[in-house]
């Protein structure tokens, strides 16, 4: 069965500094999809980041990278150069396979506030 | 192109009522997804169609709670004799399937169920 973990309920950060959102994962399957999404105050699910199974490099799109340590299970979103509206909550998730198909699990997500 | 939308975005019910809530899929998308996401949680999975099949149903509540994605017209979850549970916001998602090549799944924004 497919499990996601975020332990940090809540984080704060200051503007311009660097943040981890730290993510563990499980699953039986060799083929996986990790996602990141971002889901800022007005309640819609923004998403940031993906990272496959068999992806060889780490996916960053922008501000946003993900460490990902496959024997760790581990995929955490690293946001660099924080900014003020980056204050959401974000979810990592997990798919099994790597195609757009099958139902998505998500962790319980970790609440971001950004300091001026 | 129009992302995918969903209806009512708001919905207040009475205990007892029917709620009904509607989801239509991006153009060229036949696999839709539902979410539940409870006060201060996660996402968790409902169910997953294709035209006229449930593929997975795994995450649906045994009772009063059922899914539809006909032919034509949107998908529809239904809720029947809403219980102050219920109360919660239900997100819908689009793919285009194993056919397409996109990773990606697309969020809708929500509908929010109050049960008063």
């Known amino acids: 069965a497919q499990k996601i973990t975020q332990t940090q309920p809540g984080m704060f950060v200051q503007e311009k500094e660097a943040v981890t959102l730290d993510c563990t994962y499980d699953t039986s399957d060799p083929s996986y999809g990790l996602f990141w999404y971002k889901q800022p105050s007005s309640g819609e699910m923004i998403f940031l980041i993906y990272q496959g199974s068999y992806d060889q490099q780490n996916a960053t799109e922008g501000r946003y990278s993900l460490n990902f340590q496959k024997a760790r299970k581990s995929a955490n979103l690293v946001i660099s150069a924080s900014q003020l509206g980056d204050s959401a909550m974000y979810f990592c998730?997990?798919?099994?396979?790597?195609?757009?198909?099958?139902?998505?699990?998500f962790g319980d997500g970790t609440t971001l506030t950004v300091k001026p | 192109n129009a992302g995918v939308m969903q209806n009512p975005r708001h919905l207040v019910r009475r205990r007892g009522q029917e709620a009904r809530l509607r989801c239509s899929p991006m153009k060229g998308h036949s696999h839709v997804y539902w979410y539940r996401q409870l006060p201060e949680e996660g996402l968790k999975f409902m169910v997953y169609?294709?035209?006229?099949?449930?593929?997975?149903e795994s995450g649906m509540p045994k009772e009063r709670f059922s899914a539809e994605f006909p032919k034509e017209g949107p998908s529809i979850l239904r809720i029947q004799q809403v219980v102050r549970g219920d109360s919660a916001a239900y997100f819908c998602?689009?793919?285009?399937?194993?056919?397409?090549?996109?990773?990606?799944?697309?969020f809708g924004p929500g509908t929010r169920l109050t049960v008063t």
């Open positions: 998602a689009s793919s285009q399937g194993t056919s397409g090549v996109s990773y990606e799944q697309y």
């Open positions: 169609l294709q035209k006229e099949n449930i593929i997975d």
């Open positions: 998730a997990m798919r099994e396979g790597t195609t757009n198909a099958g139902k998505s699990t």
